[in-house]
């Protein structure tokens, strides 16, 4: 028994570019539907985001593997009555073109659903589909600094962004649920939807932790870097082989057992100036020096073992590199053009996951115009 194709018989259609939609697109196919993919004439612009796969775009690869892909001229009124006769089939339309340019097309779900009564439609927004918000273009990294990750993320002296396209990815699971919702209703009522979901208010909701602490608890936390505001120890620790190591203690009971197994000092735990978590904190400049002095002495490896052995949290602080060889992760293959390439699997499994092919651009364009016609 095991997760499979739950979704087999949905029909999505998905005008989707770049990594939102497509990745929302991604967790459709995986779950069993049919995704047809629309591109423009010249195809997604993410298909040149790198030439890593013997010439096309890995990362379109990831985000594109399982699809049917159908070139479209949008502005041809062929080409957009075939859109409309593929909708009035599909249960699912998907799409974060432009602000504004679904409406500017006619392509409405109120007037979709005047053919195709139980069709969804899910408009993935940068900051809603109203007002001044309908007007302003968004990006991974600009609704990122917008709704205030930044100025939480980085160290002390500089805000960063997320080094993965966090907003992006974020949303497109975000419409994925929203979808599985709708489906439910669909089935119970019969009845389509219109769904828009906005990057801007997906990440204010990831937000709402330091949110909370500047609306009720007297200010947001600082950027720490790999620290912790309020907890010690906590974070980055190199080891005597050049290794950083990361480690949280998280109470009196772990940090007596850290004391004596892995910095082998005993006493240290009955410190006065370490005994509670909020004195370890106070004077942790202190206590970071004597846990670098024992690390230094070490290697990361032995300090790991140690760590293992007093049941203390603890990681490695990994490159790409080393995760590409992580003993943890599972790979999952695509197959892009002539190519067979390897990346991260999805996180929920599926029986079998056998190789997904990656469209080429247009690949399915005659059959579905035929399918369709």
Not at 31 to 43: L, N
């Amino acid at each position: 028994m095991g997760l499979d194709t739950e979704l087999s018989g949905i029909l999505v259609v998905s005008l989707e570019q770049a990594v939102a939609a497509p990745y929302c697109g991604l967790l459709m196919a995986n779950a069993g539907a049919r995704v047809i993919k629309v591109e423009r004439p010249e195809g997604d612009f993410a298909r040149g985001y790198d030439s890593g796969a013997d010439g096309q775009s890995a990362i379109f690869a990831w985000l594109n593997r399982g699809k049917e892909s159908v070139c479209l001229n949008l502005k041809a009124d062929e080409d957009k009555a075939l859109l409309c006769r593929m909708l009035g089939k599909a249960d699912v339309l998907v799409s974060n073109l432009a602000p504004g340019a679904l409406g500017r097309m006619g392509l409405v779900g109120a007037d979709l659903r005047q053919q195709n009564p139980g069709l969804i439609t899910c408009a993935v927004t940068g900051y809603g589909e109203t007002g001044e918000a309908a007007t302003k273009k968004a990006y991974d990294f600009l609704v990122q600094g917008e709704s205030g990750i930044c100025s939480v993320t980085g160290t002390e002296d500089s805000p960063s962004r997320v080094g993965v396209s966090i907003t992006d990815i974020s949303t497109g699971m975000t419409a994925f649920s929203a979808i599985l919702r709708a489906l439910i209703r669909r089935d119970r009522t019969g009845e389509g939807i219109d769904i828009s979901i906005s990057m801007f208010d997906v990440m204010a909701d990831w937000m709402n932790m330091p949110l909370m602490a500047h609306r009720y608890s007297g200010g947001a936390p600082k950027r720490m870097g790999l620290k912790h505001t309020f907890v010690a120890p906590y974070g980055a620790f190199a080891c005597g082989d050049g290794g950083q190591v990361l480690l949280s203690v998280q109470s009196n009971r772990e940090f007596r057992s850290f004391c004596a197994i892995v910095l082998t000092d005993t006493a240290l735990a009955d410190d006065p100036r370490f005994v509670d978590n909020p004195d370890r904190f106070a004077n942790r400049d202190t206590l970071n020096g004597m846990i670098d002095n024992v690390f230094g002495e070490l290697t990361a490896e032995q300090v790991l073992n140690r760590l293992d052995d007093a049941n203390i949290a603890n990681a490695r602080l990994n490159s790409v590199a080393d995760l590409s060889e992580h003993k943890f992760l599972r790979n999952q293959k695509a197959l892009i053009g002539e190519s067979q390439i390897s990346m991260a699997a999805l996180p929920v499994q599926t029986k079998g996951e056998a190789p997904y092919r990656v469209p080429d651009i247009g690949q399915h364009s005659a059959a579905i115009r035929k399918e369709f016609s």
